[in-house]
């Protein structure tokens, strides 16, 4: 097994699951990480799950950025596949996308 990192320092920016993913990733690459999230997902007071469902209902494109932001509104919201039907869906980078497909939104 090669340690292409052999001991550099990475300072890891992402938030929760996938920061810590790429911690694992990084440090079986012989990195030595340090997680520092510079960003947490939550829910303003303003929004409820019913708001947020009211909102797609009355959007004709949803972006999506990463993968967290579809975790963060999947949890909030529930499954999506029927209120994004008939919706355009853009998604920001592969792994947005597939996290999209792995919900079976592929719109």
Request: charged residues 20%; proline residues 3%.
């Amino acid at each position: 097994m090669s340690l292409h990192l052999n001991g550099c320092k990475v300072l890891v920016t992402r938030p929760g699951q996938l920061g810590e993913q790429l911690c694992r990733l990084i440090q079986s690459d012989g990195g030595i990480t340090i997680e520092f999230p510079t960003l947490e997902l939550t829910v303003s007071k303003e929004l409820s799950r019913q708001g947020l469902l009211d909102l797609i209902a009355s959007a004709s494109h949803i972006l999506f950025v990463s993968r967290n932001a579809v975790q963060f509104v999947w949890q909030l919201a529930g499954d999506l596949a029927e209120p994004l039907r008939n919706k355009v869906i853009l998604a920001v980078g592969e792994g947005t996308r597939n996290e999209l497909a792995d919900l079976n939104i592929n719109n």
